[in-house]
């Protein structure tokens, strides 16, 4: 993927604030503004997100809210709040948000279907310095990363973390531990929902869209899951760089694997990525 300026950005945004806006005149979705689900769907940064937003997309009744994805770096507490406070019948949110109580609560109480998204750390970690050190070039911690020596120095970064720069790996995955163990909210794996474009699996995919639905109480037909899966790997998006899976086994060194096994060895067992530290 080439890099982008900021007002690249800003016309990919528009662009999709103005195909939502039409398409949410649709039949389907003007039934969505009374009965449809709210979905809040929550994801670690860099674990697809613009991939699980496909899904919600392609969906009847459902529309995005024209909001622009929910952060703690740039958006506070209140704010998110209040956000969801204005959330109607039958739209979706996209949020990369800490565990909050306070945010759960709200939630919970205005009847919201959450949903986050995970993936293997390894690829999250490629992921995120690729992504800052060559892709986007407005991106706040751009010139700090791409001033660093090599990709080795930056890879640590992600990992170790850098006072007033970015968050460790393992800080990272620690502040959204909570909405895994909520049982409110459905975790959903990068890996289960790529499908075969990304070397997952099309069962697996199929699967995954199923939980979903059934997890926002939506009846689709087999026809309609298929036709949501067909357009869900989309090089297009604004974030797409390689949307595959286990690439990391050809990125990492001897040494960076060693650090790894030491910082995340545990999450990776934890979400089901590995059995144990002999990888």
């Not at 999709?16 to 005149?25: D, G, P």
């Not at 769907?41 to 459902?62: C, D, H, R, W």
């Not at 660093?148 to 531990?177: F, P, Q, T």
């Not at 109480?217 to 604004?238: C, G, H, R, V, W």
């Amino acid at each position: 993927m080439k890099n982008q300026r900021k007002v690249d950005r800003y016309i990919i945004f528009s662009k999709r604030v103005l195909y939502s806006f039409l398409r949410s005149f649709t039949i389907s979705k003007i039934k969505g503004r009374f009965s449809g689900p709210k979905i809040f769907a929550n994801s670690i940064p860099k674990s697809g997100t613009n991939l699980l937003e496909k899904v919600f997309y392609q969906m009847p009744v459902i529309r995005y809210s024209s909001y622009r994805t929910l952060r703690k770096h740039t958006h506070s507490k209140e704010q998110i709040l209040k956000k969801i406070s204005f959330l109607k019948n039958g739209t979706y949110q996209m949020g990369h948000v800490d565990f909050d109580a306070d945010i759960v609560k709200q939630l919970h109480l205005n009847n919201f279907r959450t949903i986050l998204m995970i993936r293997d750390p390894r690829q999250i970690i490629i992921s995120h310095y690729k992504y800052v050190s060559y892709i986007d070039t407005n991106h706040p911690t751009y010139d700090y990363f791409k001033n660093l020596k090599d990709d080795n120095d930056r890879l640590l970064a992600v990992i170790n973390g850098v006072d007033g720069v970015v968050e460790s790996i393992d800080d990272v995955l620690s502040s959204y531990e909570g909405w895994v163990k909520d049982n409110k909210t459905l975790v959903v794996k990068f890996e289960d929902l790529i499908g075969e474009h990304g070397g997952g699996s099309d069962l697996r995919q199929n699967g995954v869209i199923k939980d979903i639905c059934k997890h926002i109480d939506m009846d689709l037909t087999e026809f309609q899951i298929k036709q949501i899966a067909n357009k869900i790997y989309d090089k297009k998006s604004p974030t797409f760089r390689a949307a595959k899976i286990d690439s990391w086994k050809e990125e990492f060194s001897i040494e960076q694997k060693a650090i790894l096994k030491k910082c995340i060895g545990n999450w990776l067992i934890k979400y089901g990525y590995e059995e144990n530290l002999n990888w």
